[in-house]
């Protein structure tokens, strides 16, 4: 639900209020003064945008600029674990 936010025509304060987008009040009490003479302003606006819309805003060049950087960091070699390991005949006996 947004929030709608209403000036006071009286004293001047902003009153908020929840309501749905079809049933939006046109004017709402002043929750300072208790006066009725209310109007409705532009309040503070949040857009959230989801991880795929984030990513889509993106530089064109970031994947290749990770993919590079992935290709020269020593953890992306994935045989270098396989070059740790030791075949099991050659392992301790305890």
Known sequence: MPIYSYRCRACG????????????????????????DTYKIIGRVAYHANEATKTARLDSKYEKRVDDAMRKSSNADPNRLLRKMKPFGDAKKE
């Open 13 to 36: 304060g902003v009153t908020d209020a929840y309501a749905s987008v079809s049933d939006a009040p046109q004017s709402v009490p002043c929750e300072h003064c208790d006066a009725t």
